[in-house]
């Protein structure tokens, strides 16, 4: 919650209530809050007492859910394929639980896909941390002391995040280059001044569509002939950054070792698929590692907390438009309507039950 979005929850006809300091990272104090009439509870405790609908951004703990009661909702990440003992407590409390990265991918829960949101900002700050570790400026110029050439960015994985990178990174000046496996999105990266990778293939890029619009495993041949690209690239290119992912799998592994090795000193990598095991041999979770040959690789998976301001305010924003969704009648009555699309793929236990994995969505 921000004191933005309190002020749009309470025109819904709700009370807000907000964890003493839970705004503090994020530059929005008590009295911030309070100024926007929302109620500061000591503890995170007293509010899981006292609140009937709980907002959260991490995965619940177990102790947590213990507080939950048939008439409370919780509104959170949840990782519900991996989170079994989640899903049984919260069906035994009989409460009711969304979870913010079951947003359907449709149009009109565009406003409510937190998942992108940070995906957003993850894209953005990973060329600003790119920026940061490279010795050398972005864009080329002309000086009085002499030439300076542009740098050369690979994005590797045009989604969410490889588009709000490659974005950053054109806007900064560099030749951006960027590879997908889905080739529908040539057109999009090519629209944002950057130069979309091809495969000597013979067959297409996967054809995305197939999948939901969600890439697929690639085939061995495909694979050896993004690999081949890839090491013809490595030599040239300054700042690489990755974001290939394939929904409930571990990242595949793109940027190999001796493609690492080909790197020009002083080169950077950030994987920001870290968080699913790395597409880039060499990559620590969570670590900053220099290689023998001086390149840099990011390994972080908490872009979005980088920029708490940022994220807070985006998230806080999905979480109001879900909570629009939910109170039809603006009365501080949740209407957890499951004939709704986006509420029905969102939630995750309702009234006792558990009710993940949704039914596909009726409506694209
Ligand atoms: P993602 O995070 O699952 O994956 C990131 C990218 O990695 C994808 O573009 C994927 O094609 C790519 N990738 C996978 N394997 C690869 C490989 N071997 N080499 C190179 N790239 C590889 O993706 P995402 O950001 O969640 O987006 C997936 C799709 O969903 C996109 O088409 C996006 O536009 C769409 N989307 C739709 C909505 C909506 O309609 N509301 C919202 C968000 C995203």
């Known amino acids: 919650m921000t004191p ?3 002020r749009q929850l309470q025109k819904l006809g709700y009370e807000c209530l ?7 990272r994020a530059e929005f104090s008590d009295a911030d809050y309070e100024a926007a009439g929302v109620k500061v509870v000591g503890s995170a405790a007293d509010l899981w007492g006292e609140a009937d609908i709980i907002a959260k951004v991490r995965i619940p703990t177990l102790d947590e859910l213990e507080h939950l009661t048939p008439e409370k909702t919780l509104i959170t990440f949840f990782n519900p394929g991996g989170n079994q003992e989640g899903l049984d407590i919260a069906k035994a409390k009989g409460a009711n639980v969304i979870a913010m990265e079951m947003v359907p991918r449709i149009s009109r829960a565009q406003k409510m896909d937190a998942l992108s949101s940070m995906a957003n900002i993850a894209g953005y700050r990973a060329v600003i941390e790119a920026s940061n570790n490279f010795g050398r400026f972005f864009t080329g110029q002309i000086t009085a002391a002499g030439k300076v050439p542009p740098a050369k960015v690979l994005v590797v994985g045009a989604g969410v995040a490889g588009l709000a990178a490659i974005g950053t990174s054109t806007a900064l000046g560099a030749v951006t280059y960027a590879f997908d496996v889905r080739p529908e999105v040539a ?3 090519e629209s944002m001044g950057a130069e979309f990778v091809y495969l000597d293939f013979e067959e297409e890029q996967q054809d995305g569509a197939a999948t939901g619009g969600y890439a697929s495993v690639s085939s061995p041949e495909f694979r050896e002939a993004q690999l081949a690209k890839f090491r013809e690239l490595a030599p040239e290119v300054d700042i690489v950054i990755t974001t290939a992912l394939i929904p409930n799998r571990e990242a595949p592994k793109l940027w190999l070792e001796d493609m690492v ?4 000193p002083g080169s950077v990598i950030i994987d920001l698929a870290a968080e699913k095991g790395g597409n880039v041999e060499g990559t620590v979770k969570d ?11 990011v390994g972080y998976t908490d872009f979005p907390s980088r920029m708490a301001t940022q994220s807070s305010t985006l998230y806080a924003t999905n979480i109001r438009h879900m909570m629009t969704d939910l109170t039809p009648d603006k009365d501080g009555k949740i209407n957890h309507n499951m004939d709704d699309d986006v509420i029905r ?3 995750v236990t309702h009234q006792g039950e558990i009710t993940f994995p949704p039914p596909p969505p009726k409506v694209q």
Do not use: L, W
């Open 261 to 264: 090795k080909a790197m020009k």
């Open 345 to 347: 793929g969102a939630t």
């Open 4 to 6: 933005d979005s309190a």
């Open 287 to 297: 670590e900053k590692v220099v290689t023998d040959n001086g390149v840099t690789i």
């Open 187 to 189: 057109e999009q990266v």
């Open 18 to 24: 907000i964890e003493s300091g839970a705004g503090s």
